[in-house]
């Protein structure tokens, strides 16, 4: 079983199909719909980051005009743990209404110690950010302790550690014979996922039957959360998502707040919205988690890798479960970043709790900030032995493809002519080059799909997936042009309803190789059955409208499920990175990026390459400008909007380049979350090479580039 | 409504003010007083409204609409929740990303921080108001052709910025393309297609940048 080879519409640039909807404002989001009688639904959520909380009086807002429900969010007697947990919620005619009510909610609360830094998080006086005494340190018996067992941490925040590797005497013994070892601290920040539309739904209960309109990755994943939260049976629930704007992995479920506007219409008997405001949008609905890795690489004179010794601290928030929990929780990272084949390693990892929101997947999770310290070594590994980088890795990364990558990257980036010893850059503006390298797993999974082939040769193709903006309805319409020989815009193609057949959550880089196969396996029972029908041996292309119909009156429909062989994972890809550092200001500016990604069969190149140019672009905000920031004296989200959370932008937007390496007899492979990986780790590399010293903590801010040059002290950790 | 002053309570407005001070002053003094009072009369309309409902009329992409709406709401509020036009849309809420974007007598602004009141008496375009007759703008064509767009919500402001520059300037350069559309952010990363688009909507050429390499069987 394989695609067919040579293609008429795969692999060809196609617009999407919805491209009309969204440039003319037709397409409706889940923000966007407004069933008949609709409320506005908002939450009230707290404004201590650790409490009791005691009262919280609804009487006030209840009798307020326009007012339709006015519901707590869990009991009113409780305890809140982070800034921002939902308390309350109001449903009402107007947003205006709804805010008046908010603010006639009366909340009675004796606040708790609280910790929101991760530094001060891991201190072993440390208020507990789960509440309690810290956990005493239970003394190990004697001669009981394997000798590399790492020590019990001292903070009631941080779990136990959760090892990887070899024992900590034989990485040390390998380290203590290497020609060059290269030791740092690097840090990452928390990054928070911003899609444009926000996180929410509409929600409709009425009679035991429920439609919500959610703003997600996985519409039977709502379905069934809703239908647990509400105790109906999951077939009386129906999640519709026709369009959403934009979601990096937060977006599962129906949420706490999809669990408010359900419950928010049940009281008000009337479809409710809760979409998060762009300031909740920051505070509880999962962000990347941070990072704090102490890294110790060795290597021999001849460049091979010889030892790691990794420690990550990282903190999901509130999700990290503290001392009791062990295994690093959520902010478990790929450290050292598996591309490289390491001799002998160690890699010891722990979770830092606070009272701050819960984490939850970002954009290939667990791999942007392992990339960004295992790579900034390399680098250093590398200026230290006097070799080239890109040479250094080309010993070490022996995957074949992205030698490929590497080799493809190097030619169209020009990197043997730019390429200069750190620092030597001329003039007060420095240029710099850096690379970095990717691998992400992928692959596709159970996903179900429909054809339909009416008498007058219009197909509909059905399949209960959804298109977060990566083009996966224009990727079901390919594969079925593909099929019957007909151009891809004339598919009516049904997505983003779980009345239509089972796909999985979009997430993972799953999507076009799951829905893929799928769709393709019913195209070809519906083909075989049209040919079947009419009588006509190849229906397909010119024969197409003559087999129809003869159809007569009945159109036919085929059922098909995903199967083996037409798609895989383990993609990968390696960016190259130049940069210009003002080091007068810091100011740091990207001129160019080449990307260069294997995306095995590659279905739609238009679309492929609008998702590497967005990993691109998001993985430039994670090195340079995005950065959650509380606030040490409230525990309060001090950047609550795009104002002073800063995302790459229009005017810092680099020339970018992009190589696909077409695979076809690979099937079809995910590409969105592979290119965001290296972005963060060739820029950084870049910025080093250009200025000569590394800033050895993202962002990398003019600040931080004007105190690793010695221009400005280090700023406080405020 | 309880905890709302009343509109009438206090309100000493800058006209009854004025003319006060004209019938205490001298002759001269309350001519020029009257004359200012006229032109504050001509800037800021009818005097204190609300907080409760008051008639509205806005023109959208060339139609009046009534509406009755509190002082307070916002235009973007009105075209999304009232209107309903539901193109124009709602993701910082205070003037920081763009996506709220409307041509108001052709200037682009972010209708989220204009109030609605303040609306009446211009033309208002929405993203809706482009395409005339189902067919699309230079400025559309190109965004669909240069997939311009992911999930789409960042849309409808980019194209009217898009529009809005064209408009004054129908061959922009690169920099001129980044500068106009930097009110308005993206989350997917469309900016590198973006750019494309402009320079085709405006004639200019375009410069391919994906290649797709195929290699053998590995």
């Known amino acids: ?718 | 409504m309880n905890s709302k002053p009343s509109p009438n309570a206090t309100a000493v407005d800058r006209r009854t003010f004025l003319k006060g001070l004209g019938t205490s002053a001298v002759v001269v003094a309350s001519a020029q007083a009257k004359a200012a009072a006229d032109e504050i009369d001509k800037a800021a309309g009818p005097g204190p409204q609300g907080p409760g409902a008051v008639p509205v009329t806005l023109t959208i992409n060339g139609e009046k609409k009534d509406f009755s709406l509190e002082p307070r709401v916002t235009l973007l509020d009105a075209l999304r929740n009232y209107g309903p036009l539901t193109g124009t849309k709602e993701v910082c809420d205070r003037a920081t990303c763009g996506a709220c974007s409307v041509l108001v007598d052709g200037k682009l602004i972010y209708s989220c921080t204009k109030l609605a009141i303040d609306a009446q008496g211009h033309e208002i375009t929405t993203i809706e108001g482009l395409a005339k007759d189902g067919k699309l703008t230079p400025v559309q064509e190109a965004f669909i052709e240069c997939d311009a767009l992911m999930c789409g919500f960042c849309t409808p402001g980019f194209v009217l910025a898009t529009t809005a520059l064209l408009a004054e300037n129908p061959k922009p350069s690169e920099e001129q393309v980044r500068h106009a559309c930097s009110g308005n952010i993206c989350r997917c990363g469309t900016y590198p297609h973006i750019l494309k688009a402009a320079l085709k909507a405006s004639g200019q050429a375009v410069t391919e940048t994906t290649t797709v390499m195929t290699y053998g069987v590995a």
């Open chain 1, 1 to 718: 079983m394989a695609w067919p080879n040579p293609s008429q519409y795969l692999g060809k640039p196609a617009t999407r199909l919805d491209g009309a909807a969204k440039v003319t404002g037709a397409a409706k989001y889940s923000y966007d719909v407004q069933p008949d009688g609709w409320l506005y639904g908002m939450i009230l959520r707290s404004k201590l980051p650790a409490a009791k909380v005691t009262k919280i009086d609804l009487t006030k807002a209840q009798a307020m005009p326009g007012v339709k429900a006015v519901i707590l969010a869990e009991g009113e007697q409780r305890t809140v743990r982070y800034y921002g947990q939902e308390l309350a919620a109001v449903a009402a005619t107007t947003k205006q209404q709804c805010l008046d009510a908010l603010r006639a909610i009366e909340v009675t609360a004796e606040p708790l110690p609280f910790v929101v830094k991760e530094d001060d998080a891991m201190q072993p006086d440390a208020p507990s950010a789960v509440g309690g005494p810290p956990e005493p340190v239970p003394p190990a018996a004697p001669g009981t302790s394997p000798p590399s067992a790492p020590p019990e941490p001292e903070s009631p925040n941080i779990s136990k550690a959760n090892v990887k590797g070899a024992a900590q005497a034989d990485v040390d013994a390998a380290m203590a014979s290497a020609a060059v070892v290269c030791e740092a601290e690097l840090r990452t920040p928390v990054q928070l996922h911003h899609p444009l539309e926000t996180h929410g739904s509409t929600v409709s209960v009425s009679g035991g039957q429920v439609t919500a309109w959610a703003s997600t990755q996985g519409i039977f994943s709502v379905r069934d959360g809703l239908a647990g939260s509400l105790g109906v049976p999951q077939s009386n629930v129906r999640v519709i998502c026709d369009y959403m704007g934009g979601g990096f992995g937060a977006k599962f479920g129906p949420g706490v707040h999809g669990g408010l506007a359900a419950k928010l219409s049940q009281a008000a008997g009337a479809p409710v919205k809760v979409m998060l405001t762009r300031f909740d949008q920051g505070l509880a609905v999962g962000n990347r988690p941070s990072s704090i890795q102490k890294i110790k690489f060795a290597a021999g004179a001849d460049g091979k890798l010889i030892a790691a010794d990794v420690e990550n601290h990282g903190s999901p928030g509130i999700s990290g479960g503290g001392k009791s929990a062990g295994g690093g929780g959520g902010a478990t990272i790929n450290t050292p970043y598996p591309i490289y084949k390491f001799p002998i390693f160690c890699a010891k990892q722990y979770g830092v709790v606070m009272n701050t929101g819960p984490s939850s997947a970002f954009r290939a999770p667990g791999h942007p900030p392992a990339s960004y310290g295992t790579e900034s070594m390399i680098d250093e590994l590398a200026v230290k032995l006097g070799m080239d980088p890109l040479e250094f890795r080309l010993l070490n990364d022996t995957d074949p493809i992205r030698q490929r990558e590497y080799a493809a990257g190097r030619e169209k980036f020009g990197w043997n002519a730019k390429y200069k010893k750190p620092g030597t850059s001329p003039g007060p503006v420095k240029t710099g080059i850096g690379c970095a390298g990717a691998t992400w797993g992928g692959g596709g999974r159970g996903t179900q799909a429909e054809a339909q082939i009416n008498p007058d040769g219009t197909v509909e193709v059905r399949c209960g997936t959804q298109d977060l903006g990566t083009g996966s309805r224009t990727v079901v319409a390919i594969v079925a042009g593909e099929a019957f020989g007909i151009e891809p815009h004339q598919i009516t193609v049904r997505i983003g309803d779980t009345n239509l057949p089972y796909s999985g959550g979009s997430g993972g880089s799953s999507t076009s190789a799951s829905v893929s196969p799928a769709v393709w396996d019913a195209c070809q029972k519906a083909l075989a059955q049209l040919q079947l029908q009419s009588g006509v041996a190849d229906a397909r292309g010119a024969n197409w409208s003559g087999a129809c119909q003869k159809l007569g009156t009945t159109p036919l429909s085929a059922h098909g499920e995903w199967q083996e062989g037409y798609s895989s994972g383990g993609a990968g890809g390696v960016n190259f990175a130049e940069v210009e550092v003002d080091t007068e200001t810091g100011y740091v500016r990207v001129k160019k990026i080449v990307s260069a990604n294997d995306c095995g069969l590659i279905v739609n190149p238009l679309t492929t390459t609008s998702q590497i140019n967005g990993g691109i672009l998001c993985g430039m905000g994670y090195a340079l400008y995005e950065e959650r920031i509380m606030d040490r004296h409230t525990g309060m989200l001090l950047n609550t909007s795009f104002d002073s959370y800063k995302i790459t932008g229009m005017s810092d937007c680099p020339e970018i380049e992009v190589i696909l390496i077409d695979m076809p007899e690979r099937g079809v492979i995910g590409i969105g979350e592979p290119a965001v990986i290296p972005s963060a780790g060739a820029i950084a590399n870049a910025v080093a090479n250009a200025i000569g010293v590394r800033v050895h903590n993202l962002p990398i801010t003019p600040a931080k580039v004007l105190a690793a040059l010695g221009k400005v002290p280090n700023m406080p950790n405020v």
